[in-house]
């Protein structure tokens, strides 16, 4: 949530604030806003998909802060869009900003955008690093501001909304909150983090001693995320609202100002109510008073017991009783095993798939990606056999449908998309939704790796943890369009050697597995990363081809998730960097050697080997010495069929779900 233009408004006056000294206390964190945060503080570069490394590591450096200022962190996530979806006009509003910054970004303009997988990132470092956290059934604000009431400590956030709320310990914008420079402090006190907290007391004294209650009946009337300001347009066309001079953003503050100074007048939100409703038409006025009412409530603090979550591990609330999902899917919900787009597409069967920074022209990079969530939408919204068996008057067989909001060119659009139907011939399971950890972990494995095209036999020799991402690049070869090259494979296998190297060099754990020439060969990388690049090209259609890869890797982790995690999940800050993907394809097409890159280190030759081997066996048996022939050749065959283009085709050992493009193959590049 947020409230229109109320943030700059605060911000530009300053006098609404108190100086805090964080430490030894809890602290509620809306964690949606903080990932934003600091992904938009520790990333350099926007365009290239996304340096989960660095975001990962400021994420670590933020609660080690809050460690050392005895700081006890709680994280609240949002959840999906509700039952009601009230937000949805919000949410597509939101998804067409992102799709204008994403063209903007690939055209060379500045500007900013979340990477695809941050979200994941930043729940898996949480995990890691021991922070408590929940994520909702839906929007968390009213949780949160519950949750800080109930403990008497601050909330931690960059959301105006928390300026109306009612918080008994007040309000601290992560833009005041220097984590960065932590005090030492005086005597036994100890160290402390320096914030601002906004002090609702103070800001409604400037305005006439403005009863707080009020606060909520302005954010509502100068409009929120679920509620446009257009629906009181006859109210503004009438009352003269006197904004007192405001200066920097000019109107919008003095529209703020006005109306603040408007609802002075009043003793509480029932007569300012009243006297809202004066102004419109008599056929008008319930349906806008229940409006109004209805949308203020949105400021009450939730009776939702988190504290009950964090102590005992039982997240309840009365929308996620009526939701009426199998107890496993909520819990998984709660501790965020499982993400906000399994909930949407399971309540409302409503997705939006998120924009990156990809060739604008073509197909969207989420296109890659379809047959898997089908598959997932197929595990979700199945009609068991028994209600089916019940109603044999019911001669449809059709399946359920998901509405996607994906981008088509530069415009977001609602495609209808069909789930999969059940397989029958994998361990004569049915996958019924609610009984799904019972099926057998080996069905489970199976039906995700034919889903990706993929055999177990083909894995076994993978790391754990790298099996997934594999798969993952197996299934992207297979349905990706335009092909994807020979460097584009290559530079994503050395990506993830690179992130095993640095695994096994800088985990404390497993330092007894790190031998000197693995350190040897991870300093002479970082060297090779610090040398300026020659071309500093932006490869739009390499960038597009590895969005591909990341909305693969994102459904794979979504339908793994779903089934239980039948493989290991991979480390994102780890598996991939965009700046160094593009990097090590642009030195691949000019530098072949680079492949080499690694050589310092038997471990990391063996592993990059296995990994090319593997995706060569699954792919097909003549993957590579299709396509590795030479420049001279291939000019020789180009010569001896100038009217006869070459493909190549891709034929995997298992039948694949991808129904478009289902063979794929790779090209060299020219």
């Known amino acids: 949530m947020g409230i229109q233009g109320l943030a700059g408004f605060v911000e530009e006056r300053g006098v609404f604030f108190t100086e805090l000294q964080v430490r030894d206390t809890k602290l509620v964190i809306d964690g949606s806003s903080l990932y934003h945060r600091l992904c938009f503080a520790s990333a350099v570069d926007f365009r290239h998909g996304g340096d989960y490394g660095p975001f990962t590591a400021a994420v670590r450096d933020f609660f080690g802060s809050l460690r050392a200022c005895r700081v006890a962190p709680f994280v609240v996530l949002d959840g999906g869009r509700g039952a009601d979806d009230r937000k949805l006009p919000t949410m597509r509003g939101r998804a067409a900003e ?22 994941e990132a930043f729940v898996q470092a949480l995990g890691r690093l021991g922070v408590p956290f929940v994520q909702c059934f839906a929007e968390a604000d009213r949780e949160i501001a519950g949750l800080a009431n109930r403990w008497g400590c601050p909330v931690l956030s960059l959301d105006s909304d928390f300026c109306v709320f009612d918080l008994a310990a007040g309000y601290c914008p992560l833009t005041h909150f220097q984590w960065q420079s932590v005090c030492a402090g005086e005597g036994a006190q100890g160290c402390y983090v320096p914030a601002r907290c906004f002090s609702a007391e103070k800001f409604c004294r400037h305005f006439s001693h403005l009863n707080k209650s009020l606060l909520p009946l302005f954010a509502v009337m100068n409009g929120n995320d679920y509620i446009d300001r257009a629906a009181l347009e006859a109210f503004f066309s009438k009352v003269r609202l006197t904004g007192g001079g405001a200066v920097g953003k000019g109107r919008k503050h003095a529209h703020l100002q006005g109306l603040l100074n408007w609802l002075s007048q009043f003793a509480g939100p029932t007569e300012a ?96 990606a379809l047959p898997i969530r089908q598959v997932i939408y197929g595990l979700l ?48 399971y049915h996958f019924p939704l609610d009984k799904l950890m019972e099926v057998p972990m080996s069905c489970r494995q199976m039906l995700l790796l034919e889903t990706l095209g993929v055999k177990m036999s083909f894995l076994e020799c993978i790391p754990s ?66 040398k300026k690049l020659q071309n500093k090209d932006f490869d739009l259609d390499a960038a597009h081809s590895f969005c591909q890869w990341q909305c693969c890797l994102q459904m794979g982790l979504y339908l793994n998730q779903l089934l239980c995690t039948p493989l290991s999940e991979p480390d994102l800050s780890r598996l991939y960097s965009g700046t160094l993907v593009h990097r090590l394809y642009q030195e691949l097409k000019s530098t072949p050697s680079v492949e080499n890159l690694f050589s310092l280190s038997p471990k990391m030759i063996q592993l990059y080997q296995v990994l090319l081997n593997t995706v060569e066996s699954t792919v097909s048996p003549e993957f590579i010495q299709k ?33 478009v493009n289902r063979f794929a193959s790779l090209e060299v590049d020219d």
Request: with cysteine; charged share 25%; aromatic share 6%.
């Open 627 to 659: 396509m590795t022939k030479t420049k001279s050749e291939s000019c020789k065959k180009k010569a001896s069929n100038k009217k006869k283009k070459a493909t190549r085709c891709v034929i995997p050992e298992t039948q694949h779900l991808c129904n």
């Open 381 to 428: 919204l199945r009609v068991s056999q028994n209600i089916e068996a019940a109603s044999p008057s019911k001669q449809t067989n059709e399946l359920p449908v998901v509405c996607e909001f994906d981008r088509l060119q530069k415009t977001l659009k609602k495609t209808f998309v069909q789930a999969a139907s059940q397989p029958t011939d994998i361990c004569d």
């Open 465 to 530: 943890h790298l099996q997934l991402p594999v798969a993952v690049t197996c299934y992207w070869i297979f349905c990706s369009e335009p092909k994807v090259k020979l460097h584009q494979l290559k530079a994503l296998l050395l990506m993830m050697v690179s992130g095993e190297l640095h695994r096994i060099t800088s985990d404390p754990d497993l330092t007894v597995l790190c031998a000197e020439d693995d350190t040897i060969a991870y300093n002479e990388f970082l060297k090779w990363k610090e």
């Open 98 to 119: 992102r799709l204008r910054a994403a063209h903007g970004l690939s055209r060379g303009d500045g500007g900013c955008l979340v990477p695809l997988l941050t979200r």
């Open 273 to 368: 109510v009243d006297n809202v409703l004066k102004y419109l038409k008599k056929h008008q006025r319930d349906e806008i008073r229940e409006l109004l009412c209805t949308s203020m409530e949105d400021y009450t603090p939730s009776d939702v017991n988190l504290e009950d979550f964090f102590q005992n591990g039982k997240y309840e609330c009365e929308a996620a009783r009526k939701a009426d999902l199998p107890q496993w899917v909520l819990s998984a919900l709660a501790k965020g095993k499982l993400a906000p787009f399994i909930s949407d597409a399971l309540i409302l069967r409503s997705t939006f798939l998120h924009v990156q920074v990809e060739n604008m022209q073509r197909p969207s990079a989420h296109s890659t």
